[in-house]
């Protein structure tokens, strides 16, 4: 086996863990600010890549997919937080998760109804078809893209959770709702905010899985899996944690790919279980909070 | 429901009375409506499910309900059980009373491997972690396709007659069929009536309540979740063991991630902590679905929405909310 297979293998393993990145970052942040585990995570993951689709098609476009879904799921996702989720805070912790667990069954369901129960091909958009000559081997272009466009949004992300006022109030808002309120901040708004982005990022990894994977109803189911294998190993709640997680998985995955492929699909839950052995509160979380 | 009523009671009233019947009685009561259940329901097809998913439900409400543990992962102890009563008997030709009790070892040690794991994490993590290994477990029998039969399920062993202590029951009929897997559901619940009597059941229900306290009593709160989780696993795979008899063919799907949601709606549909609520719980889903599959087979958004209605407006399910509305139903669980 020689060496440029094993680095071209290492890039498929940081494209795959960017898409992991940002689903399971919307997760992580949803979890981190509202206390709620989505357990419709995977279906609005599915739900975006299926906007994605329709909405390419639509406007002929796959850049007006790739803006658009992701705003109209996240608005979405803040109905769902306005008119269900609302409603259970402050009962018991596990609430929430059933009432999402029920929603992705009408999600999946839904999308069955309206597009059907088989799988759809997913076009990669004109310009980034084709392969990239990095030196050491050649890299589809648009698996470089989604690396590229990734590392953008997390940038963006962290400059405005880290510099701005609003970022302030969300990392103040996570530590101590309480105090927010008694601030005079609107901290329901702010979740409402949270929530919608959490489910916004979860569209955007969709979309941007679509050309990599096939289109499905089921593609959420196996997506939650992961995106939980990877808020666990990092921490819930941790962004750092989703990041460096979500890339281990990832690179994980596709290398253990490269040498034994059957085992591709177990070695993310091995690599759960020797991390919770050894520190259950995952690599950048909290003690008191596993 | 485990703990006794102490004390003097007040004389009770008529319907008090058989309340408190019904749950003093819990195991006889159960078993005699169970028997009465191919009767009752449209199809000997549908008592056989109810009966089965009832025992698997059970099982994982021991876990969620008495010991408040949300695990997403329970198909994997109802597929464990079915895929090795049904590898025992097609490859290892073991008779069903061989396989029956190794299987249900087998997952017993299931529950010790994926429970050591998962009860050292607590809250949200626990049900995600379940989650994962159950995965874990799906796609270990999906790679070891020649020893599970893969994608296309374990095949090739067929139980057509069962010896009963020299009598031979002809297994090819329904009612024969459910009758005999009624004996393993009756085992099933008396194990759990017994566990949940024990003083171990009232430790599981402490932790429940207040884990630091349980804790602070003395209790050690991880040695009692990773043995209730065993026991959770061995009830469900006792599930799994009489759908493997029952369908003569294991289907992936029964270690897929539908199948722990589906149980983690029965449970809250019948009534989670109550004893009844199980089986309450799966003879209405699968009520629901047989009903609404008639007219659309879309059945799932139909389900999905009434699931959201009761986590909103019911959570603690038919049972428990009877139980809550009948002021003379309250005094006893």
Not at chain 1, 166 to 187: E, N, Y
Not at chain 2, 60 to 66: D, Q
Not at chain 2, 90 to 112: D, E
Request: net charge positive; with cysteine; aromatic share 10%.
């Amino acid at each position: 086996m020689d060496l440029s297979l094993i680095i071209m293998q290492l890039f498929s393993g940081i494209a795959l863990g960017a898409v992991l990145v940002i689903t399971a970052l919307g997760l992580t942040i949803v979890f981190g600010m509202l206390g709620v585990v989505n357990f419709a995570h995977g279906a609005l993951f599915m739900i975006g890549a299926y906007a994605g689709l329709y909405l390419a098609s639509l406007t002929g476009s796959f850049w007006w997919g790739l803006l658009l879904a992701p705003l109209l799921v996240g608005a979405f996702g803040m109905l769902i937080e306005f008119v269900l989720v609302r409603r259970l805070y402050g009962r018991s912790i596990d609430d929430p998760l059933l009432l999402t667990f029920g929603l992705s069954y009408i999600l999946v369901e839904g999308v069955r109804i309206v597009f059907g129960s088989d799988g759809i091909p997913f076009p990669t958009p004109s310009q980034l078809i084709g392969v990239v000559d990095l030196g050491v081997g050649f890299f589809p272009k648009y698996r470089l893209f989604v690396i590229a466009l990734v590392a953008v949004v997390l940038v963006a992300l962290w400059l405005t959770l880290e510099k701005t006022r609003v970022g302030l109030i969300v990392r103040a808002g996570a530590r101590d709702p309480q105090i927010m309120r008694v601030l005079g901040v609107d901290i329901g708004k702010v979740w409402l905010a949270i929530f919608g982005l959490g489910v916004g990022l979860a569209a955007l990894g969709g979309v941007l899985a679509g050309p990599m994977r096939s289109v499905n109803p089921e593609m959420g189911t196996l997506v939650l899996a992961e995106a939980f294998v990877v808020t666990v190993i990092g921490g819930l709640g941790s962004i750092v944690g989703a990041v460096i997680a979500g890339l281990m998985v990832g690179i994980c995955i596709s290398m253990v790919a490269l040498f034994a492929p059957e085992m591709a699909t177990i070695v993310m839950f091995a690599l759960m279980a020797a991390v919770l052995l050894v520190r259950p509160q995952g690599l950048f979380g909290l003690k008191g909070r596993a | 429901m485990t703990v006794q009523s102490t004390g003097e009671a007040p004389p009770l009233p008529q319907a008090q009375r058989l309340f408190a019947v019904l749950a003093d009685h819990r195991v006889l009561v159960s078993i005699a409506a169970l028997a009465l259940l191919p009767w009752l329901l449209p199809s000997k097809a549908l008592a056989v499910n109810v009966l089965i998913y009832g025992v698997v439900v059970m099982g994982y409400n021991l876990l969620f309900g008495y010991t408040g543990l949300l695990s997403f992962g329970h198909a994997a102890f109802f597929g464990t059980g079915a895929y090795l009563t049904g590898i025992a008997i097609g490859r290892w030709g073991l008779p069903w009373f061989a396989a029956v009790p190794l299987a249900i070892a087998a997952s017993t040690a299931l529950g010790a491997a994926i429970g050591t794991i998962s009860t050292r994490t607590r809250g949200i993590y626990f049900s995600m972690v379940t989650l994962a290994l159950a995965q874990l477990v799906y796609y270990v029998a999906l790679q070891a396709s020649s020893f599970t039969g893969g994608e296309n399920g374990l095949r090739g062993f067929t139980v057509d007659h069962i010896n009963l202590l020299g009598v031979q029951v002809n297994f090819l009929d329904p009612l024969n069929k459910y009758y005999v897997l009624m004996a393993f559901a009756a085992l099933a619940i008396w194990v759990q009536s017994r566990i949940l009597n024990s003083p171990f059941g009232a430790v599981i229900e402490a932790i429940r309540e207040n884990e630091q306290r349980a804790r602070a009593c003395g209790y050690d709160v991880e040695r009692c979740k990773l043995i209730v989780f065993m026991l959770s696993g061995a009830i469900s795979a006792i599930g799994g063991c009489m759908s493997a008899l029952h369908l003569s063919i294991v289907p992936l799907d029964i270690l897929h991630y539908q199948t722990s949601g589906m149980i983690v709606m029965m449970v809250l549909l019948g009534g989670a902590r109550s004893f009844f609520g199980p089986f309450i719980g799966a003879a209405t889903f699968l009520i629901l679905e047989d009903v609404v599959s008639l007219w659309t087979p879309h059945w799932q958004i139909v389900v999905g929405a009434i699931f959201v209605v009761f986590v909103l407006f019911l959570p603690k399910g038919i049972w428990g909310t009877l139980l809550d509305v009948l002021p003379w139903a309250r005094e006893r669980r």
